[in-house]
């Protein structure tokens, strides 16, 4: 059978339910432990947003072809948490700029939407959602205050090692021969912990739970290769909250530290949960 199949009477297509794993259970005070995420209201311990992009990626495969690899988009704003080894099913509609991804469990609550293009997307999801943003007052935000717009960091350096690589295909959703062998592309989930070494760098030591609101990853000349070297330099563009979360929209560049030359994008938005931190204890 195939792993995408037409998504019933609707143009697309969609894959079989899969049950991503939650392989950071064990990080103690991190929302991916069930103690800490049911603290703060989830059903457990979650399964990370990046996860659920290699799902995606058969689906993407089909429409664009290897090619996506070198100069594709992949954005998503997560819409619900999933706990280890909740099944979900993703689905593509194509369109003429670019595709239309969702991700449903059985229930067909929307766990994720977002966008995936074969060429470089000002119109991507993450794109449309921060030109959007309101930009939150300074005296709103106190687990961020540190930061800024405009925030720089250079020279941060960034190895996805074969090892990690490895480990992480015993449990991947979607362990294709892209990510084997002596080809060892970085699927989607690797490029974005790739990316996510250079966290420190971007909020320092910020006092509370964090979590992937939205992700986008931008090919710019990829693909990316586990065990390559990499350096990363990093820009804040946005500083957002609501009534739970204080939110920093960044990117990470990702470039090749011989030639200088930028070979993919990660933009982050990270939520940082209110309820978690003692800076808003007095508001609880």
Not at 18 to 33: D, L, T, V, W
Not at 93 to 112: Q, Y
Not at 164 to 191: F, G, H, K, N
Request: negative net charge.
């Amino acid at each position: 059978m195939r792993v995408a199949e037409r998504a019933g009477a609707r143009d697309g297509l969609q894959g079989p339910f899969r049950s991503p794993r939650n392989m950071a259970g064990e990080a103690k005070g991190s929302i991916h432990e069930d103690a800490t995420a049911t603290r703060l209201g989830f059903r457990g311990g979650t399964v990370a947003g990046s996860i659920h992009m290699d799902q995606f990626v058969p689906l993407i495969l089909e429409t664009y072809g290897e090619r996506w690899f070198e100069a594709g988009n992949l954005s998503l704003q997560f819409k619900k948490a999933t706990v280890d080894g909740e099944p979900v099913r993703a689905e593509l509609h194509p369109g003429r700029e670019r595709a239309a991804l969702c991700m449903f469990n059985e229930e067909m609550d929307l766990i994720c939407e977002g966008t995936a293009a074969d060429h470089a997307d000002a119109g991507s999801e993450l794109g449309r959602r921060l030109q959007a943003q309101e930009p939150a007052a300074r005296s709103a935000i106190r687990i961020l205050s540190h930061l800024h717009v405009g925030d720089e960091a250079h020279d941060i350096p960034l190895t996805a090692s074969r090892e990690t690589l490895t480990s992480r295909l015993e449990t991947i959703t979607e362990a294709l021969d892209l990510y084997a062998d002596d080809r060892v592309v970085l699927p989607p989930s690797m490029v974005v912990h790739l990316a996510h070494g250079a966290r420190s760098a971007v909020v320092g030591d910020a006092k509370a739970v964090g979590l992937f609101g939205a992700l986008e990853i931008q090919f710019l000349h990829g693909p990316l290769r586990a065990g390559a070297h990499y350096v990363g330099r990093t820009r804040v563009h946005a500083l957002t909250e609501s009534p739970k979360t204080e939110n920093v929209w960044y990117d990470v560049l990702i470039a090749d530290p011989k030639s200088g030359r930028d070979q993919a994008r990660v933009t982050f938005c990270l939520r940082f949960m209110k309820a978690s931190s003692p800076l808003w204890a007095s508001a609880a």
